[in-house]
């Protein structure tokens, strides 16, 4: 096979990426070592930013997002029995909007099989070759039979885990990474939300997190030890944790039922350079990773794409590699500000096992800080609906 760009991994990045290239008249194969069933039953984070909006809209794929997404002008902040809201429309003039990842990913499948591009399911041993020449080829077995395609460009979009971070040298990348000594213990309920807004809850017990898909469907979340099991919480205790994380007044309006989906996530921070090697371009997880508590994983996938997308835009039509050229820098440079902004909400709304009285304190008086200074309250907004491309 022969094709312009190869993207290896068929999520959400690899498709709005395909998708985008698409309407410029640019061919692309994506290699999925899944199923697209396996793919879209994911349970992912639902929130998007004003940037990953934009996309979906210039991709011709907002139809749906537009008419079932719901708009979010702020977020709350609690600690103790206190809460405030932090309003985004109010502070800065814009929004976020709740459309969960598997709606996202799901709508553009949908447009990939309108448009025929071509996408390749269970695909296994797949090896990215010669990306450091002018010539890249990727080979891969599919029913037991070896293929290979021809390419001007490969993009890695294929996660963690992904062969396309490993293809590049150790003796070129240079990893950075901090583990937090905790995870987030989430379920998946048949439940109206307890608020219209995001609650996120810092308490003497824990992290917790109210969030929602749509109006029957809501996602908590609490803080636990890496080590726990989500096969060791009922329902019960989970709902009962739950409440003492929150203000009185919200967690008796709070209302429980069956978990549709429970499981443990690992909190990490996590970024690789170079993004770039050759004609081989990493975009989203297969880059970095941020904890979820500033809700930019999704979101900085988004913006790869966008740097990506412009640049072999501007490749093919214009003939000029300048945004190739800088492309991993540019990514870069939003990748460690969303970074830092995960980080910062991350060590704002935790507990960690080796805080001190003195630490405790500190960590009050920033969220104290918070609720009444609007200047930190800009920044916080202005980086939770995502800071400009």
């Known amino acids: 096979m022969r094709t312009q760009v190869v993207i ?13 290239l698409h309407k410029h008249g640019i061919e692309t194969v994506i290699l999925e070592r899944k199923t697209r069933e396996y793919v879209l039953a994911r349970i992912r984070a639902g929130i998007l930013e004003t940037g990953l909006v934009n996309m979906m809209r210039e991709a011709g794929v907002a139809e749906r997002m537009d008419r079932e997404c719901f708009v979010h002008h702020g977020t709350c902040i609690s600690y103790e029995n206190e809460m405030f809201d932090i309003n985004f429309q109010k502070l800065i003039g814009q929004n976020v909007i709740v459309y969960g990842q598997t ?26 070759c010669d990306a450091d020449r002018d010539a890249p080829y990727v080979t891969f077995h599919t029913d037991g039979t070896e293929q290979r395609i021809d390419c001007d460009f490969i993009a890695g979009c294929d996660g963690f885990h992904g062969v396309s971070r490993k293809t590049i040298p150790e003796t070129v990348r240079r990893e950075y990474e901090k583990i937090f000594p905790f995870g987030w213990l989430g379920i998946l309920s048949e439940t109206p ?17 109210c969030s929602m898909r749509n109006e029957n469907l809501s996602r908590y979340y609490v803080q636990c030890e890496l080590t726990d099991k ?15 994380r929150l203000p009185e007044a919200i967690a008796e309006r709070l209302v429980t039922g069956p978990s549709i989906e429970k499981s443990i996530a690992p909190l990490r921070s996590f970024v690789t350079e170079p993004m770039r090697w050759g004609r081989l371009f990493l975009c989203g997880d297969a880059a970095h990773i941020v904890p979820p508590t500033g809700a ?16 072999l835009v501007q490749y093919y039509r ?56 609007e200047i930190a309250q800009r920044w916080f907004a202005q980086n939770y609906v995502g800071l400009p491309y």
Do not use: C
Not at 296 to 307: E, I, R
């Open 8 to 20: 290896v991994g068929g999520g959400p990045s690899g498709l709005l990426l395909g998708q985008l």
């Open 103 to 128: 709606e996202v990913t799901h709508d553009l499948y949908d447009a990939r099989a309108a448009i025929g591009a071509k996408t390749i399911f269970e695909v296994e041993n797949v090896r990215i």
């Open 193 to 209: 939300p307890v608020h219209e807004e995001l609650i996120y809850a810092n308490s003497t017990r824990g992290f917790a997190l």
């Open 230 to 244: 989500a096969e060791n919480w009922s329902d019960d205790a989970f709902w009962d944790e739950l409440k003492r």
């Open 296 to 311: 930019k994983g999704l979101n900085t996938a988004a913006s790869d794409v966008h740097y990506l997308y412009e640049a």
């Open 318 to 373: 214009d003939n000029e590699d300048e945004g190739i050229e800088r492309y991993s820098e540019k990514a870069l440079a939003r990748v460690w500000k969303a970074e830092r902004f995960s980080w910062a909400t991350t060590n704002l709304l935790h507990r960690f096992p080796d805080q001190t009285p003195f630490d405790l304190k500190m960590q009050r008086a920033e969220i104290e800080s918070l609720h009444h200074n």
